[in-house]
């Protein structure tokens, strides 16, 4: 009976550590997501930038929306399956949100800037359509998200998310 005893208790302390080891892997998993997020829509800037106002300028744009859209659809489902956090891996995360944020921002400033060109070749539906992508994306990531975040203030991720959610506003009404 004894021998049972200990099986049973090293069962349950592998269980532990396995549960606790996916957790961790998790968390790495949906910050090393939102990095990737922060490159790929540094990617949609960088095209931004070159976009002189000819149909052919708009293409690379479309093909770096084109990533992040499925890239949005990886790190909702990552959410969905991401344990409660501790506090450690709650501060890395919103670091990593707060960074999109900012790289976010000042993707949609730039878009913003370019609302006469685009509006001259006719393709604002495009926009439209990715700033709803944007902001369905955001919305369900922080509903989903905010409660797994275990030891952090929810003001900070409050914060982060109207950062998003300003600078998405302002470009949803200047290209509608």
Request: charged share 15%; glycine share 4%; aromatic share 6%.
């Amino acid at each position: 009976m004894h021998i049972f005893s200990i099986l049973t208790a090293a069962l349950a302390t592998v269980a532990s550590v396995t549960a606790s080891t996916i957790g961790r892997r998790d968390a790495y998993t949906l910050i090393s997501d939102f990095k990737t997020l922060a490159d790929r829509t540094g990617d949609m800037s960088t095209a931004l930038d070159e976009f002189t106002g000819s149909p052919p300028s708009i293409q690379p744009l479309e093909a770096a929306t084109s990533s992040i859209i499925t890239l949005f659809q990886q790190i909702t489902a990552n959410i969905d399956a991401l344990p409660m956090l501790d506090p450690s891996q709650s501060r890395q995360i919103l670091s990593a949100l707060q960074n999109e944020a900012a790289i976010a921002q000042g993707f949609f400033n730039k878009l913003v800037a370019k609302h006469t060109l685009v509006a001259a070749i006719h393709q604002e539906s495009i926009i439209v359509s990715v700033i709803h992508q944007f902001q369905d994306y955001s919305t369900r990531a922080f509903a989903v998200l905010t409660p797994k975040m275990n030891g952090l203030d929810s003001t900070l991720m409050g914060m982060a998310q109207a950062t998003l959610e300003e600078a998405l506003e302002r470009a949803l009404t200047t290209y509608m």
